[in-house]
């Protein structure tokens, strides 16, 4: 029997997987050639849905930079 997952857990996979799109994107393309609808289809979500859970592009880059520094530490 699969156990379901909570809404928080698939709240966190959901903005992992958004994060994830825009790092690969912005690897490959450089962060200002990188749009907003790109991380979006990267990531199979809608437009909106990145802003749900990142409050700009730079939040997104920001809350990258800051947890892999928090690794490194």
């Known amino acids: ?3 379901k ?12 997987t ?3 799109a825009a790092i ?3 690897s490959e393309n450089g962060f200002a050639e990188t749009k907003v609808a790109e991380i979006a289809k990267e ?3 809608s437009f909106g849905t990145v802003f749900t859970y990142f409050e ?3 939040a997104l880059w920001n809350h990258w930079r800051i947890s892999l520094q ?3 530490i």
Do not use: D
């Open 70 to 72: 928090k690794l490194l």
């Open 56 to 58: 700009s592009k730079e």
């Open 18 to 20: 958004i994060l994830n």
């Open 1 to 3: 029997m699969k156990s």
């Open 24 to 26: 690969k994107l912005y």
């Open 43 to 45: 990531a199979g979500v």
């Open 5 to 16: 997952l909570t809404i928080n857990e698939k709240k966190k996979i959901k903005r992992s």
